[in-house]
């Protein structure tokens, strides 16, 4: 029989964050997922999970911290972030759910989950029979018996080739600017690449040389399944690769909130390390590079007054990046609608059956007010347009789209 | 008294589920757990069962079969209370969480009436819409409930000015184990019909009735604002303030103190430098934008001439969310310094400010504790905050040091509590508190509810209501 571990151990530094929870619930307020029908239970919301752990720590708690019941309330949690920004504690809610949700069992969807990178370049390199697979109904079927992607889930399509290959066979230019890396996490580098190929292309109308050194996927879907070790991997070798790069004078640069998260946040926490810290410094998203262009005087905008909406993207409020969004929509002329709602995708999170009917749920009362809106909409998550794209029947586009056009040299 | 109440059997949880649904009733090791425990720094205490209702008769039956059973019933808001109020006697938890309507906003009567489990800033979102507010305020508005508020009668950063929830509640529809469900007050601001029950209710935390519905009275939102924070070389200065400001009967919306460890703990978590004081104040004025600047102006007089010695204004919104959140940052910026905190609630006459925080320094010092003070000086209410950082071995001093301030506090003719409640932390002040007249709480607990089956060991010692003779 194998041995339960315990709390401690599985929580190690992060105990301390569940004993100075105070149960004040601000982080209920906030949470996607504890203001829907099920999170009428305290066990199915934010303050609940964090009672349970503090529960489990004072032996009053029936349950291990690896059985089902628990797990499956763990799994509420989709590392969204946004309880982060009002907890007064400064408990790291999301951090500490991936440490017990790594106490889980191993599931075969877990492990595809844990290794997309691989299966996604897999993927790529079939392009015509993986979106026939993802497109058919005998291969969401599939989808869905094997690895639970709930058939009716917005499912993106590959586009063929990948970024990463795009920019090694076009990263030309002398680059008289300087040099940048791109970070690109799986989502822009195979399905959606022709943003990437635009983000290129305007970056070496710069002058900047644009490379994409040798890199993995950002992860954030390892840590949101507890898959802690390959996380650690993961960001051990896209740090290395990017500090090689960085030591040459050149910049991290990402165009998606996750990539950018990982490279800002997540691992330098989870790596602790020096060169985390030094890469950490030295990334900056398109978003910025394109603001400070316009403030050297480099860059202008001109284009027609256009009402559009904000979406504020979970991952580009953790980035802390929403200014620096909303500012550039502006300057290039676009008058801003802000939402705030979750769209309830969170990554992968949305599209697991189990989690589906929720997801949608969640995302409603923002799919209502876009509809109402009828407004171009821009939203810097990939996952959140494609939810977005599917759920609505408006535009959808990642902020740089909207300007790209507008953008005078 | 253990075998007082009935346990939760198998034949009771099919009733339950019978009545409200087997969704709605859960006796699973999770709900129980985390119905077990509120805010206060205390244990669990689960209970056997928990329940959501939907509907005011599904309650109402609640009540009236566990007054047959003699099992004990404890309604549950938001759970933020600092009192634990937590099932000690176990029995059902009846969770208002389901119970989260609006149900109508009369504009013309500036009027909201509630279910009990809707959150206050959630209702304050809907009502901005009109112009109207529900303005009591506690700095637990973003889970706290409508219903968990009348019943501890919650107050806030605005007392001073707008009052606590007792000034704005109306009516109730409230069920009660033995009288079933009962409509009381009117729609009108005042009546002069008998007694006020309403009020009675107000502040009972769940041992008198569970509410099922909440008629309000709202206020329109102010038309401007001014926001000022002064700054003080000694308390006894900045409490002068305090003093002379109510007594020309100013018209301030906010008049709040901080010391300097709390100054210092908010510098710290909030990157906020302030000047080199003992004592901040944060004054607050609500009004037409003339009035707002003209009373505001009266205040920094005032100050000036009791010895603030730099004064900040809010220009603009951002400035005001800024001094604001330098002030509401105060608690969660004491909790940050350690996880061992506790959080007084007392409340003193005015002219005896300075002596209660000086008594707190000392007692503080004596058991060796970080103490810090904040608090809605305009009223009176001080909340020392006691900490031992993160060493839990002395949990048992701050219960001691807490004890010796409220005994103080009632001594000087003042309260232990001013707007938390009474729950299992406070219950042993009351007969110290309020006299023979104790009693009379006693008796009317023993008419509405003969069998204490409502909120068992909350507010009052099951002993206490079992011995006859009290
Ligand atoms: C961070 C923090 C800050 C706080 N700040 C303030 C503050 O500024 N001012 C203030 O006054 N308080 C404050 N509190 C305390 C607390 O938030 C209030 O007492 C609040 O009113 C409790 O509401 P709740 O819905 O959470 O009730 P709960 O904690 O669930 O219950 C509180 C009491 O109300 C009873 N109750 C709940 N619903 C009903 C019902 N429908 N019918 C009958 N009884 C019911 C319960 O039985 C219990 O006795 C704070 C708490 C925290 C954690
Ligand atoms: S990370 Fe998101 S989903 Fe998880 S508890 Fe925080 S707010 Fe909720
Ligand atoms: S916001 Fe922070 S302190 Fe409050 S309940 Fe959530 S985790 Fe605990």
Redesign the pocket.
Known sequence: MFRQRTLDKVLNDYLYDVLKC?????CNSVCPTSNISLSYRDSRTSRGRIVLLQAKHSSVLNLSIESNAIQELMDLCFGCRRCLEVC?AGVRIPQLIWRVKSSGPLRLNKFFYTYYGTFEKLGAMIPTLSNLLVKSNFGRTLLEQILDIDRNAPFPSFYGDSLEKYIKKHSSSNGDRGRLALFIDVFTNYHDVELGIRTVNLLQRLGYRVEAPPQMEAGTLALEFGALKRAVKIARFNIDSMYEFIKNDGKVITISPAAYVALKIDYPELLGDEKSRIVAENTIDIVDILLNEYDDGRIRFKGPVENAVYHHSCFTKAARLTTSVKRLLELAGYKLTEFEECCGIAGIWGLIKKHHEASREIGNKLFTKIEHAQMPVFSQSETCRLQLKHYTNSRIMHPLEGVMDRILL | MTNYFSKVSSKDIDYLEKLCGSNNVSTDEEDLVTNAI??QLGGFHKPEVVVWPETSEQVVEILKYADEKKIPV??????????G?VPVHRGIV?N?KK?NKIVEIDEENMQVRVQ??V??DALNKELERYGLFFP??????A???????????????KAVKYG??REYVLGFE?AFPRDGLQRLGTKTFKYSLGFDVVKM?IG?????????E?NLRLRPLPESMETSAAFFSSISDATKAIYKIIRQGLDVAALEFMDKPTMGAVSEFKKIEFPNAEAMLLIETHGSKKAAYEEMERCISVVKENGGFEIWHASSKEDRERLWSARKGA??SV?KLGRFTL?S?VIIPLSRLVEAVEKAYSIGKKYGLRTSCIG?FGDGNLHVNWGTGDNGEKIESLHRANDELNRWVISIGGAVS????I?TEKKSYMRLQHGESYNLMIKIKRLLDPNYIL?PG??FDLDDLLNKSG
Do not use: K, W
């Open positions: 105070v149960r004040c619930g601000f007064p | 509120d805010a404890y309604p549950r808001g938001g759970g933020t209370g600092l009192t109020t009846v208002m119970m009990p489990g959150v206050y009591p305020d506690p700095s637990s508005g889970a706290c409930t409508i219903g968990g508020m009348a019943a501890s009668n919650a107050s806030g950063l606590t929830t409230a209710l009972s935390q769940g041992t008198l009735a569970i509410f099922t909440i608690y969660p909790l959080i609630d809605h001013g707007e938390h409640g729950g909120s909350i507010a």
